[in-house]
């Protein structure tokens, strides 16, 4: 049963600073991980999807990584700005395919 | 924009009443997915349906059913409404019902709260 966890729970940073989020699963044989943002009270946003052949995506200042052999994934945050506050969650499916599995997420705050 | 709306935006009820929440799918989505997410925790699934026919479910009770119809939209529906209820409930939408190799869209979600 795929089990996702992130780590940390919350993270307070100033801007321009470069971070780094977590998160691992337990069951490697993904085909596939994905990013998403939420605003307080919000919907989610996709922010990078990374297939299991791939071991990076980036999107402007977003970078995200995976290595399926250690079940974890990295989303690296570029120079991060007070617009960067937010809830990020990462997901993966579970082995029938039918459904996301979603850790807790980390919050971010970015002060300026 | 993901092109998946849902209604109402935010819901009010009281313990023991039942609620219908609606979703509209992209069109050309076959499948519909929903999730629950309490405050301060991660999106739980709760079921999908693919072309009308539920086809996969999470550890949620009966009381949790759904609907899907040939018009790209969805409802779910719980009865007997608890206190712990409270919470964002998100509609998903794919072309496929296998998430190996498909991409779900999410909508804005709707604010539950039981009183």
């Known amino acids: 049963k795929q089990e996702v966890t992130q780590i940390p729970a919350a993270l307070s940073v100033p801007e321009g600073e470069n971070l780094v989020l977590n998160c691992s699963f337990t069951?490697?044989?993904?085909?596939?991980l994905q990013w998403f943002r939420q605003d307080p009270g919000k919907g989610l946003t996709s922010l990078l999807l990374i297939q299991s052949s791939q071991r990076e995506q980036t999107s402007g200042r977003l970078n995200a990584s995976l290595d399926k052999s250690s079940g974890r994934s990295t989303l690296y945050i570029a120079a991060s700005q007070p617009g960067d506050s937010a809830t990020y969650l990462c997901?993966?499916?579970?082995?029938?395919?039918?459904?996301?599995?979603f850790g807790k997420g980390t919050t971010l705050s970015v002060s300026s | 924009e993901t092109g998946v709306t849902q209604s109402p935006t935010h819901l009010i009820k009281t313990r023991g009443q039942q609620v219908t929440l609606r979703c509209s799918s992209q069109?050309?989505?076959?499948?519909v997915s929903w999730y629950q997410q309490a405050l301060g925790q991660g999106p739980q699934f709760i079921f999908q349906?693919?072309?009308?026919?539920?086809?996969g479910r999470g550890n949620f009770p009966p009381r949790f059913s759904g609907l899907q119809f040939p018009n790209y939209s969805s409802e779910l529906n719980v009865n007997a409404l608890e206190l712990d209820d409270s919470a964002l409930y998100l509609c998903?939408?794919?072309?496929?019902?296998?998430?190996?190799?498909?991409?779900?869209?999410f909508g804005p979600g709707t604010r539950l709260t039981v009183l």
């Open positions: 349906y693919y072309r009308e026919e539920e086809n």
């Open positions: 069109s050309g989505h076959n499948t």
């Open positions: 997901a993966a499916p579970n082995q029938a395919g039918t459904a996301l599995i």
């Open positions: 069951d490697s044989a993904i085909y596939n």
């Open positions: 998903a939408s794919s072309l496929d019902r296998d998430l190996n190799t498909d991409t779900q869209y």
